[in-house]
């Protein structure tokens, strides 16, 4: 484990950064052994389905018309979303937000009923640049809100942004309803894989770009998460780097939004693990926070297709009831610390 060094940010919690020394090091024996384990949780999930792709004679091709992509989008939605819940921890400088919990994907829903409003059969293409257009609206509008406010209490920053996220999801099942379109947004709460199939989850791959561009600028994005007086001390725009968070964001919760739907928690979950234990650097943690998330992501889809075969309910319901579960833990354990 790290060396940490315990600093309090403005919101009253405190945040570990860690020395920077060898221990940073990626390709441990314990991330070894996270990947293995992830590699074994995908080949499940490329053979879990109620479709006997052996049996058949279409089994092949079945198997990468659905299987394939399903567990390519389980990976690129696992390592969107985690790394979407790291970045805005370290923005806000808080532990117990992510883009569920910031109204994020709320605004990003709002953008999607817009979409259909004004275009009755939108292509995939123009529900994504609905989705991330309003999901950067909603994510700047939550961050300037934070800014003019002087917070004292961490519990303080979600509760505001699940209280902006209801309100802009009411307005989003006021339009639905007027319009008569509750069943797109029913669809979209849902946050299933099953429809995923070739043709159907490529544009989850520009969520690659996002990553790339995350790592790349890990550093500015760290100090970020030290605060606006630290970091402008320390020559960073405090601003440009909160606007980048932000686009960085909005892209990958708005490609995830239109393509699978609302994943609620996941972004909660894994950057508190990985931070739990290896502070909050962001460009030693990124790879931790992949590959959490993508097995995370993966055995919570595979549950879902299992617990009620030949049925299956949506990834969304057993993330939900996981990511609740460590959000009261979390809050219970911060409130033992203080």
Not at 12 to 28: D, L, R, V
Not at 102 to 119: C, P, R
Not at 150 to 169: E, Q, T, Y
Not at 243 to 248: E, P
Request: hydrophobic share 55%.
């Amino acid at each position: 484990m790290n060396d940490k060094i315990k600093i309090e940010n403005n919101t009253g919690a405190e945040i570990s950064q860690p020395q920077y020394n060898n221990n940073n090091k990626i390709w441990t024996k314990n991330f070894i052994i996270a990947v293995v384990v992830f590699f074994i949780l995908a080949l499940i999930s490329l053979f879990t389905g109620v479709y006997d792709i052996r049996g058949q004679e279409d089994g092949i091709n079945m198997f990468f018309i659905t299987r394939v992509p399903r567990t390519v989008a389980l990976m690129l939605t696992g390592a969107a979303m985690s790394i979407s819940g790291l970045v805005t921890q370290l923005i806000t400088q808080n532990r117990m937000v992510e883009p569920t919990t910031t109204g994020t994907i709320e605004w990003a829903g709002l953008g999607l009923i817009l979409v259909y409003v004004i275009f009755p059969a939108p292509s995939l293409m123009l529900r994504m640049g609905g989705a991330i257009i309003f999901s950067f609206i909603g994510t700047m509008i939550f961050f300037m809100f934070l800014k003019k406010v002087k917070l004292r209490s961490a519990l303080i920053v979600p509760i505001i942004g699940m209280m902006l996220g209801a309100v802009i999801s009411a307005i989003s099942t006021f339009i639905g309803l007027v319009f008569k379109m509750t069943q797109n947004l029913e669809i979209w709460f849902a946050g299933s894989f099953a429809p995923v199939q070739i043709g159907r989850y490529e544009y989850l791959w520009f969520i690659v770009i996002a990553t790339i561009l995350i790592f790349k600028y890990a550093d500015r994005l760290t100090l970020a998460g030290l605060g606006e007086d630290i970091a402008t001390s320390l020559g960073a725009n405090y601003d440009k780097i909160v606007l980048l968070g932000t686009g960085l964001i909005s892209l990958s919760v708005g490609i995830v939004a239109s393509v699978i739907g609302n994943l609620p928690f996941l972004g909660l979950i894994v950057p508190n693990i990985v931070s739990m234990y290896r502070g909050d650097d962001l460009r030693s943690n990124l790879p931790w926070v992949c590959v959490l998330g993508m097995g995370t992501i993966t055995l919570c889809d595979i549950i879902s297709r299992t617990i009620i075969m030949p049925f299956e309910v949506p990834v969304s319901l057993i993330l939900g009831t996981v990511g609740s579960i460590v959000f009261i833990l979390i809050l219970l354990k911060q409130r033992r610390a203080r």
